[in-house]
């Protein structure tokens, strides 16, 4: 069965950290690129950042560049969103998707899981 589960959503205080894990089982990571999306209600599905199936390219949109950090663990099927410095306005529910990565343009496509909650207040 392909699924990828999220995790490590939570609530933060502003000017915290969070690390959020997407682990997948029934297909390998390698071959895919993989993106981490956002949601709020009443909003439509933003991308937030993504990385290519070699590591080569990594894109990050306006609102969390030099804040968060994508990276992937092949080994462990996994791809991390590492997210610092976090404000009121990164609330929201996090996706992991497999995903069409390129420097300025991101897609999700086919495998999604099912999000993990961010809440950042104090």
């Known amino acids: 069965q392909v699924q990828l589960v999220e995790s490590g959503g939570g609530l933060v205080q502003p000017g915290g950290s969070l690390k959020l894990s997407c682990t997948a089982s029934?297909?390998?990571?390698?071959?895919?690129?993989m993106g981490w999306f956002r949601q709020v209600p009443g909003k439509e599905r933003e991308g937030v950042s993504c990385?290519?199936?070699?590591?080569?390219?990594?894109y990050y949109a306006d609102s969390v560049k030099g804040r968060f950090t994508i990276s992937r663990d092949n080994a462990r099927n996994t791809v991390y969103l590492k997210m610092d410095s976090l404000k009121p306005e990164d609330t929201a529910v996090y996706y992991c998707?497999?995903?069409?990565?390129?420097?300025?343009?991101?897609?999700?496509?086919?495998?999604w899981g099912q999000g993990t909650q961010v809440t950042v207040s104090s």
């Open positions: 029934g297909f390998t990571l390698d071959y895919y690129g």
């Open positions: 998707a497999t995903t069409l990565c390129y420097s300025g343009f991101m897609r999700g496509y086919d495998y």
């Open positions: 990385i290519s199936t070699d590591d080569s390219t990594t």
